[in-house]
């Protein structure tokens, strides 16, 4: 243990990001005049560094790092990678947004970094220490992030609702955790599997992981945590909505899946129950609830609470399979997210931004492929082949039939039909309604750019699935110490 | 002829080609129009005309599959890109391909507005249609299977009739939510048997417990696509919404992808369970072939009166498919082709009228035959081919389903004759009320008999329809071996299951 306390270098991305964080405000202060773009792009080339130090710096084996408070796996690579990736595209698209707006504020780039600071000590996070400094640092940052809209009521609201709600949830973790250190007498998630592992069930440990799930599943909007998200989705400003739907949530399903298969995995009888149910629940209200909503915002964030559920079923399952299902879904779902939601950016008539529904009407006879692209990422988040979508789902109901988890992959597959309904019905009024008032053209490289990369990996996912699948593998691999019972086997 | 590496590919992608090259036209809108029509038209024949290479290379002595081709795809799941045809398969294949540049004909002028994304999403679903004929892997056809919604679901939405937002959301999520229930048990004998590869599995013994769950699980997402009473109610919607190549397509191909489930999932990977619930599929055919014969009758609208047609004439397929012996088998799948044919021309037959009047109420009709004789003659000949008059195709499948079904069944035999009759009634209702008696309506008397464009559409069904009616062996010949290996197939699985006597193998190779 000792030995271990000095060594930092498989925190080396996120180290640089700090220090990056912090000379970015240096810059921001003491320059003059508006330095957001400035500081946004050069947060956007610090964000693809660290990607490249995540995938190339460490090898391919498990590292630790601070005193075995920090783990550096493939599967915090995998993930991590992910992170930065939608950190990278939406932080993209927030900078044209903000330029457009004239909102500009060169502590939102500050401030994106981080948070992505935050959540990738979250993914690392290899005790519950570690853990909860690098969640409350993503927490607070997101807080602020969201009410940066700060003459914009909706979005001073959204903030404090979140952060109120949000500070519940750290509590409720934080109590778990101490519970859990109080009966185990040890916060390294190494120390906490030995125990598991050695033997009897402590009842005070259980509470504890029920106060922590409970926590977790506030921070990725499962229900019966899901309050804030509508409210905060359709609050915060569009481009924070976008990230708020990719990079954190990403992380914390991420944190979800380290803590459950990591330290508590020998409870995994005692906790699945407890999944599954908050599973079929986000899924279930995810796909009704989003049906009557007006706001494609609102409508999106129920969205995410149901996608939340299908990839809950993977960490219900609790195997190799479920992982690797969990991390496909994630990858395919970043996409189809930042796809999305660069249309809803896109979404203005005459200079003015709109957010309802029927405002697409008849957007394929004025913008045929910004209509086209809307239906691809529509038909893919209901789950149809041959877009990637599809794919998420099919893994995540393999490892549940291959489980036995007959019940909730009915389940799973019913309410993705019922969901289906409100996705399609956006492309029913992009097709089949008349135009009603045009939406403006799509400007900016950027946006293009964006919506071309997402539009291609969705449409073409299934020509060269294999690395993603075979990524997902390697990094659920190393998260669970065991072999996909499905995979390479045959 | 097995040497044809890539035909299979070739021939369920090269729509995609057009599509690629309908994007790139550019212009005002007629030009951009006539260019899509045209080039829809030219790939479409190409296709055609490189799906003929399988009718003259198919070898009809050899049950299993050919023109096979593997590629790896997610290897270690056992999921692989791979392709073939067998005898129950490869004329499928050729009723897409063929139906499909009469449907672009038959919208040439009926189709004005967004012509270029009219042609791109036919083209899209031929791909989606043979390509799933054509998949030898589980995973591979459920793509194809589901991934039919997206174009089937925008033609009934943008080209539709009044009601067709509705008619199209019906079809969509009818279909997907008994497609998913087939995921789920995809996936299961994925997990079980390790591979999706479709030989393997129907070399695979599932467990009788497991079977009747599997089965289960298909028959929600076959008996929609077919579509079986009571879960038929999406057909008359859609039917009646979609425009007229829509209809065309969805009673050509799309119905026919349930019952191919049925002949190349259910029976040959489940056949415990098939055998078991036989009974209750037959319950439903002759539900469904008396039900909606009756309710075929009142019908005022003639595209419903052709859809509600439509799925009595599938009853008798899933009647004879789950008789399980030579003839119904090979009855049940000539009548799928035939009514391929005779549906789709009857729809094309009201699509004409529809053009022109811009009604499909029979009410609204009466007389034709006096102003439109070449009309007349035509829809008569379909008419009776509906009717299964001997001569034409109908007759063939109809009889060969009765006779197989007579010996599995004499009762199932004889309530689905009183179906046959009803389909005689019905047609016969509807073509006295359209073509016969007198021409009073002013407006029916301005109307023009059929232009050259509108014969060639009817000319190949024409011939189809006598040519499958007067010498069915040529279709036929395709189906024996792999109709027969089928049946053997399932019969030795039950011999060893010990739902059945030994000797009744001995007898059914007879």
């Not at chain 1, 693809?48 to 460490?58: D, I, K």
């Not at chain 1, 033997?199 to 799930?213: D, N, P």
Request: with cysteine.
């Amino acid at each position: 243990m000792m030995s271990q306390s000095l060594v930092m270098g498989p925190a080396l991305p996120e180290i640089l990001l700090a220090v990056l964080a912090l000379a970015m405000l240096m810059l921001g202060v003491f320059r003059k005049g508006d330095t957001t773009a400035l500081v946004g792009w050069i947060a956007v080339a610090g964000f693809a560094v660290a990607g490249v130090m995540t995938l190339m710096g460490s090898g391919h084996d498990t590292e630790l790092a601070f005193g075995g408070q920090f783990i550096n796996d493939g599967f915090a690579r995998f993930t991590k990678v992910l992170v930065l990736l939608g950190t990278i595209m939406t932080t993209i698209m927030a900078l044209s947004w903000m330029k457009r707006e004239g909102e500009g504020r060169f502590e939102f780039p500050v401030l994106i970094i981080l948070a992505t600071v935050g959540m990738m000590m979250m993914i690392s996070a290899n005790s519950l220490m570690s853990l909860y400094m690098g969640l409350e640092l993503q927490s607070l940052a997101l807080y602020v992030i969201a009410a940066f809209q700060r003459d914009n009521l909706r979005s001073t609201e959204a903030g404090l609702k979140y952060f109120v709600l949000g500070s519940l949830a750290s509590g409720l973790l934080l109590y778990g955790m101490s519970l859990v250190y109080g009966f185990a007498g040890t916060v390294s998630f190494d120390g906490l599997a030995e125990i598991a592992n050695a033997g009897e069930v402590s009842t005070g440990v259980l509470v504890g992981i029920i106060f922590m799930v409970a926590g977790m599943a506030f921070k990725v909007s499962a229900v019966p945590f899901h309050m804030w998200t509508p409210d905060v989705y359709e609050g915060a400003p569009t481009p924070v909505t976008a990230f708020f739907a990719t990079a954190p949530k990403i992380a914390a399903l991420a944190l979800f899946c380290r803590v459950m298969m990591g330290p508590f995995e020998a409870y995994a009888p005692q906790w699945q129950q407890v999944i599954v149910l908050i599973s079929i629940l986000s899924m279930v209200l995810g796909a009704f609830a989003a049906i009557n909503q007006t706001n494609i915002k609102r409508m999106m964030a129920y969205s995410s609470i149901g996608h939340v559920g299908y990839a809950l079923i993977g960490i219900a399952v609790g195997t190799t399979a479920g992982i690797q299902g969990v991390l496909i879904y994630l990858a395919i779902y970043l996409f189809m997210n930042v796809g999305a939601f660069t249309i809803i950016l896109a979404m203005r008539q005459k200079g003015r931004a709109v957010e309802n529904i029927n405002d697409l009407a008849g957007l394929s006879k004025t913008n045929p492929l910004m209509a086209a692209a809307m239906t691809i990422f529509m038909f893919s988040m209901a789950g149809v082949p041959p877009l990637a979508g599809f794919y998420g789902k099919f893994f995540i109901f393999m490892s549940a039939m291959d489980a036995g988890l007959i019940t909730l992959g009915v389940i799973g597959v019913l309410s993705s039909v019922v969901s289906a309904f409100y996705y399609i019905r956006l492309i029913k009024v992009m097709y089949f309604d008349d135009v009603v008032e045009p939406l403006d053209r799509l400007s900016g490289a950027t946006q293009k750019a964006m919506l071309a990369i997402s539009f291609v990996v969705i449409l073409l996912f299934f020509l060269v699935p294999a690395p993603v699948v075979d990524g997902a593998l390697a990094a659920a691999e190393s998260l669970t110490g065991g072999t996909s019972a499905l995979a390479s086997s045959h | 002829m097995t040497d044809l590496p890539l035909l299979l590919t070739s021939i369920t992608f090269l729509p995609l080609v057009g599509v690629l090259f309908i994007l790139t036209v550019r212009g005002d809108e007629a030009h951009v129009a006539r260019n899509s029509r045209l080039a829809a038209m030219w790939v479409t024949l190409c296709t055609f005309a490189l799906s003929l290479v399988l009718w003259f290379g198919f070898d009809p002595t050899v049950g299993g599959f050919q023109f096979t081709e593997k590629w790896e795809w997610l290897p270690e799941y056992g999921i692989n890109y791979q392709m073939g045809v067998d005898g129950i398969s490869v004329l499928f294949v050729l009723l897409a391909t063929m139906l499909t540049p009469l449907c672009i004909l038959s919208s040439w002028s009926a189709i004005t507005k967004r012509v270029k994304e009219y042609m791109i999403a036919f083209l899209i679903l031929e791909t989606m249609m043979v390509g799933m004929f054509c998949a030898l892997d589980f995973v591979v056809f459920y793509i194809f299977f589901e991934a039919v919604l997206i174009p089937m679901f925008l033609i009934i939405g943008i080209w539709g009739g009044t009601r067709r937002v509705y008619a199209a959301f019906k079809f969509f999520l009818y279909t997907l939510a008994g497609s998913v229930l087939m995921l789920l048990a995809l996936l299961t004998m994925a997990v079980q048997a390790g591979t999706t590869d479709i030989p393997s599995l129907m070399a695979y013994h599932f467990s009788p417990a497991l079977q009747t769950w599997l089965w289960l699980a298909m028959f929600a997402s076959f008996a929609v696509k077919v579509p079986m009473w009571p879960v038929h109610t999406w057909l008359p919607d859609a039917h009646v919404e979609a425009p007229t190549a829509g209809s065309v397509i969805l009673a050509g191909v799309l119905l026919k992808m349930g019952a191919y489930g049925f002949l190349r999932f259910s029976i040959p990977m489940l056949p415990i369970a098939s055998a078991d619930f036989a009974p209750f599929i037959f319950t439903l055919s002759i539900i469904a072939v008396i039900y909606t014969s009756l309710v075929a009758l009142v019908q005022e609208d003639m595209k419903k009166l052709i859809a509600y047609s439509s799925i009595a004439h599938m009853a008798f397929v899933t009647a004879g498919i789950f008789a399980m012996n030579q003839q119904a088998v090979e009855g049940a799948i000539f009548q799928m082709l035939s009514h391929g044919v005779v549906s789709a021309a009857l729809f094309l037959c009201v699509g004409v009228v529809y053009d022109r009047l811009h009604t499909r109420e029979i009410a609204r009709y009466g007389g034709l035959a006096n102003n439109m004789p070449r009309y007349a003659l035509f829809f008569m000949l379909f008419t009776m081919a509906s009717v299964g008059l001997p001569g034409t195709a109908g007759f063939v499948g109809e009889f060969m389903i009765m006779l197989g079904v007579f010996k599995a069944s004499s009762w199932v035999a004889f309530f689905i004759a009183i179906g046959a009759i009803l389909g005689a009634a019905y047609m016969l209702y509807l073509y006295r009320r359209v073509i016969f008696g007198k021409l009073e309506k002013e407006d029916l008397k301005a109307l023009l008999d059929l232009s050259p464009r509108e014969v060639a559409i009817f000319a190949p069904l024409i011939v189809l329809t006598l040519w499958m009616g007067i010498y069915p062996s040529s279709f036929l010949d395709f189906m024996h071996a792999s109709v027969g290996d089928l049946v053997s197939n399932y019969q030795t699985a039950l011999v060893a299951a010990g739902k059945l006597p030994a000797e009744a193998l001995a007898l059914a190779q007879r």
